[in-house]
């Protein structure tokens, strides 16, 4: 069976911004059959993700992610539809989703290793498994849970850098739902602020290229920052934690502005912002999603009920075509996507 598929054809170096061109569309073949225990499916949606940056290298810095192999097919979060099952717990029609789906049009992939969806959990809207039902809604819900102390009735002040992108637009909104009783994001366009307070329920939103930074959050967090979601890094998370309290937290979800660099995860801080850190005994600890799977089944069923009862809004960039998953990795990279990036390979 003839299929297309999307392979890294070039590395864009360590320190190098990554641009469509890295990746490239081919004609590839499939088996005609599939064996015991297989299943062929049709790939519905991919997901296109920050951290996808990192496998673009030979070493990603990282014990749990492996590279992308030049000339061979690249995968993450993907979506599909089974054609043919020669599994006993899935069958022609099932929609099924993997954290290691091929980007190819078809696939021949392990049953065991699939999970099956029900899509009536987010009213029929697929794609939202990868995304505010999936591994980024788990992203954020668990990291406010388990790093950022939320307590209801504790007057906490949150801060959400990258507020616009498909994590931080999801834990504004959950910090709130979670306890917290004023909630700023920040976001690079006054469009993305807007959306934000409009649509999202933030308090407020500061655009990060427009004013002083510093100064804006002192006049919308009068009393400090007791948890940041961190999805950036860089210069904007030195800020935020200049005026971050006694004893509040910081929840390290990703450091975006440093992938185009060789710097260690997580990037040390600057010295003065490093001695803030420990004389106001602010906790930065590392956070990685797959460390609570055991939760992973009940956070998912949280998620799915804020959907349907309209509590968490839900955003999504939508690429249409699967030759144009390089030009969306782009885009992403360079921030200029709303919510979640989600690429429709076929209906």
């Keep these: 069976m003839i299929i297309q598929r999307v392979v890294l054809n070039s590395r864009p170096g360590k320190n190098g911004v990554p641009v469509a061109e ?11 059959t599939i064996q015991a225990g297989q299943v062929r499916v049709r790939t519905l949606y991919l997901s296109v993700d920050p951290y996808m ?31 043919e099952s020669k599994h006993d717990n899935l069958a022609k029609g099932d929609f099924v989703t993997s954290f290691n789906w091929p980007w190819q049009t078809v696939a021949i992939l392990d049953g065991s290793l699939l999970q099956k969806l029900v ?17 980024t809604g788990l992203t954020a819900l668990l990291g406010i849970k388990e790093k950022g102390h939320v307590a209801v009735g504790a007057n906490q002040t949150m801060v959400v850098s990258g507020a616009a992108g498909a994590c931080g ?9 979670e306890g917290c009783s004023r909630v700023v994001g920040i976001a690079g366009t006054d469009e993305k602020c807007s959306i934000l307070v409009q649509e999202m329920g933030f308090d407020a939103a500061i655009n990060y290229k427009k004013g002083d930074v510093a100064e804006q959050l002192r006049e919308l ?8 979601f961190d999805n950036v890094g860089g210069d904007i998370s030195d800020t935020v934690i200049s005026q971050m309290n006694q004893n509040s937290h910081i929840i390290l979800c990703g450091q975006i502005s440093q992938y185009n660099k060789d710097v260690p995860y997580p990037p040390p801080l600057p010295p003065d912002i490093e001695k803030i ?24 069923l949280q998620l799915c009920q804020w959907i349907q009862e309209g509590k968490l809004k839900v955003r999504e960039t939508v690429v ?3 030759a144009n998953i390089g030009a969306a990795f782009q885009s992403m990279m360079n921030g200029g996507n709303i919510g979640k990036q989600i690429v429709s390979v076929s209906k």
């Design 22 to 32: 890295n990746f490239r569309l081919e004609q590839s073949t499939i088996a005609d």
């Design 53 to 83: 940056r990192c496998r673009m290298n030979e070493d990603t810095g990282s014990d749990y992610l492996l590279p992308w192999q030049l000339s061979e097919v690249a995968d993450g979060g993907g979506i599909g539809v089974v054609e």
């Design 119 to 135: 899509p009536q959990l987010v009213n029929g809207r697929l794609s939202y498994f990868l995304g505010a039902a999936g591994i």
């Design 169 to 177: 637009s999801l834990a504004g909104q959950i910090g709130r739902l």
């Design 221 to 228: 967090c009068p009393g400090g920052v007791d948890v940041y």
């Design 277 to 300: 850190q420990k004389e106001r005994n602010i906790t930065r600890e590392r956070f990685l999603v797959l460390n609570y799977m055991d939760k992973q089944e009940a956070s998912i």
């Design 320 to 322: 249409e075509g699967l």
